[in-house]
């Protein structure tokens, strides 16, 4: 029996496309996002830069904790009106995209606040006894400094992402978690079933061997 059908090859086609869309977007807008809340969380956090206990309590208690508490499947079908108002669509891998950032943004925020208290305070201290500014020490000595950890939670955050756009599919994301329920799961087609699962893996292999090299590039320690 022919299970890869000219058809069945497009739509796998399509799904992979789909599913490296909703990848690419959500993990560009959870870096941007999540760094800005990971340094946000550690400059506000005891002993940080600048503590400010109100707003440290706010992000970390309130807004990271309870949305990381969520499980993730029941977490994006709760934000389908969400997604609607913000693409104006509820299904399709740039309605899932807004549940995908939205679900991972915690996740890599506390990676990026774990790698900036990694980092050798003494280094803070001097740049701050050299005269640099709060902003400046951000920017020259914590970054910098924390940068092979942050790559290193990107890393970790696209794989996962890759995971949830799987889940994704099953609640009208596309990509090839659709692909697998459709042509696999309901049909008792285990043929595509592994091929979905074969891809999905490449992915994350790739994604981890680039991120690897490149965090061991960039850390001088």
Do not use: C
Not at 127 to 141: C, D, E, F, P, Y
Request: hydrophobic content about 55%; glycine content about 10%.
């Amino acid at each position: 029996m022919d299970f890869f059908t000219p058809t069945v090859l497009k739509a796998m086609g399509t799904a992979t496309v789909e599913t490296l869309q909703m990848v690419v977007i959500s993990g560009i807008l959870t870096v941007i996002i999540g760094l800005i809340l990971g340094i946000l969380l550690h400059v506000t956090g005891k002993g940080g830069l600048h503590p400010i206990r109100w707003l440290n309590v706010l992000l970390s208690g309130i807004i990271i904790n309870i949305t990381r508490s969520i499980p993730f499947a029941i977490l994006m079908v709760a934000l389908i009106p969400f997604s609607a108002l913000i693409v104006g669509a509820s299904l399709g891998p740039i309605a899932a995209s807004v549940s995908l950032t939205i679900g991972t943004i915690p996740f890599f925020a506390r990676l990026v606040e774990t790698a900036l208290r990694d980092i050798n305070h003494g280094k803070v201290d001097a740049a701050l006894v050299m005269g640099s500014t709060k902003m400046q020490t951000i920017r020259k000595v914590l970054i910098p400094e924390a940068m092979p950890g942050i790559v290193a939670a990107t890393t970790t955050t696209i794989v996962t992402l890759i995971g949830y756009s799987a889940m994704a599919g099953l609640v009208g994301g596309g990509g090839l978690g659709r692909m697998a329920y459709t042509y696999g799961y309901t049909r008792y087609n285990m043929p595509i079933m592994l091929a979905t699962i074969v891809i999905i893996v490449i992915l994350v292999q790739l994604v981890q061997i680039i991120g690897d090299a490149i965090a061991r590039k960039i850390d001088h320690r």
